[in-house]
Every structure is written in C-alpha cells, then in structure tokens.
C-alpha cells in the first residue's frame, strides 16, 4: 500500500539550514511534490521532482531523492521566520490518480 | 496556474444539519478532488470530482454522507451531510490541469468547518 512518513516537528535558527525528510513505501511513484502550509492557508506547492531525477535546486529550495532507499528530502537555505509552516511531502503515479499525503512536518524557525 | 476559491472560508454548524461547500476555479481543470484535513493530520482522499457524472469514493467515504457534484470543469461541490463533531475538519478542493496526472495540483485555502 501507499504510506507517506514523515517527521513531524523539526526546530533550527534564523539563518541556518532546515532539512525536512521523508519516506515512502511505494517504488511505482512518479511524481515527488512538498507543499508548504501556513497558519489558517490552503496548500502552496514548492517543488516537484520525478522519479528519475537525483536533485532538483530551485533558489534556496534543494529537493534531493534517493530511489533506492525510497528517501525524499528538502533542504532550505538561509531559512528565514516566514518559512515557519507545516511541509507536506506526497507522492503519485502518472496518470489520473490522487496525492498521497505524508502527515507533515511542523518547521518553526527561531529568531 | 489555476486559483481555487472556496465558500464558505469557515463555519459553525449545529449537528444533524448539512452544508454545501463550493469550489470555483479562474480556468479549466482536468480533475478536480475533494480532500480532509482534520485536526493535526494529513490531507486524505475523499473523492475525484468527475464532470457530468458520480464521483469516485475513496475507502471510508460514501455518496450519501459527502455527495459531490461537478457540472462543468470550473466548478465543484461537496455537501457534508447530517453533520457530526466528528465531521469538524478543514475541507480542501483541489485541481490539476493536466489530464496525465503530471505537473501541479493547486488547492484552494479551505473551508473549515466546526460541528457542535
């Protein structure tokens, strides 16, 4: 079955880098999305990957994936306080099917 | 990019009553879906909106408890029927403009509802 894991509360300081992981049990996933979430907001996609890429940069936004081990990974740089959200990983397959959600991590950043 | 509106933003509903939540998108989608999001949890699945005809189910979840329509490819909505507290969740509509299922899916920013 699909299972999405995450962890669910992750600390760091103004400035340094935050790195948020996630696991996934299914080898046929396609597609690998991270939505950000604030407070009292709907959801806000950041970045995608699909399978067959290692790494994808996207300014401070690094998405690493590691196929063999099913591990995804999202690192920010220079994190700032209004990166302070709850990430969602999620997986899919191609063609007409759902997300399949991890149950998020809460980043908070300390000033 | 697609945006998603929804209505209503929030509400406090009396058990047993119903309400109708609409989901309204600037442009076409493909596919449209109707997600949960209760209390310190993840998004799960309730239903894809298929236009013009029933919605799929996801496990758990049945027509006569969250009947969805979708009459056009801009336009969705899901009615939560004789509310419970148990029902209390943020409900999320969501749409993708590919056909294959590639690219983003967007979502509105929810309608959180409250059931005493």
């Known amino acids: 079955g699909e299972d999405v894991e995450q962890s669910l509360f992750l600390s760091v300081r103004e400035g340094d880098s935050s790195v948020i992981n996630c696991t996934y049990t299914d080898s046929s996933s396609t597609y690998l999305y991270w939505y950000k979430q604030e407070p009292g907001a709907g959801l806000q996609l950041l970045t995608y990957?699909?399978?067959?890429?290692d790494m994808k940069q996207d300014q401070r936004l690094t998405v690493l994936l590691n196929k063999k081990d099913k591990h995804l990974s999202l690192r920010i740089a220079d994190t700032q306080t209004g990166d302070s959200a709850i990430y969602f990983c999620?997986?899919?397959?191609?063609?007409?099917?759902?997300?399949?959600f991890g149950k998020g991590t809460r980043l908070s950043v300390i000033a | 990019s697609a945006v998603i509106s929804q209505k209503p933003s929030r509400d406090i509903c009396q058990r047993g009553t119903s309400l109708t939540i609409q989901c309204q998108v600037d442009?076409?989608?493909?596919?449209m879906f109707w997600y949960r999001q209760q209390p310190g949890q993840s998004l799960t699945l309730i239903a894809t909106a298929n236009q013009g005809s029933e919605a799929t189910y996801e496990s758990g979840f049945v027509i006569d408890k969250f009947p969805i329509s979708r009459p056009n490819l801009t336009f969705s909505t899901l009615t939560v029927s004789n509310m419970s507290p148990e029902d209390s969740s943020i409900y999320l509509c969501?749409?993708?403009?590919?056909?294959?299922?590639?690219?983003?899916?967007?979502f509105g920013e929810g309608s959180r509802l409250t059931v005493l």
């Open positions: 999620a997986e899919k397959y191609a063609g007409n099917t759902p997300l399949v």
């Open positions: 990957i699909f399978s067959n890429m």
């Open positions: 969501s749409g993708s403009q590919t056909g294959d299922g590639t690219g983003e899916l967007f």
């Open positions: 442009s076409q989608v493909t596919m």
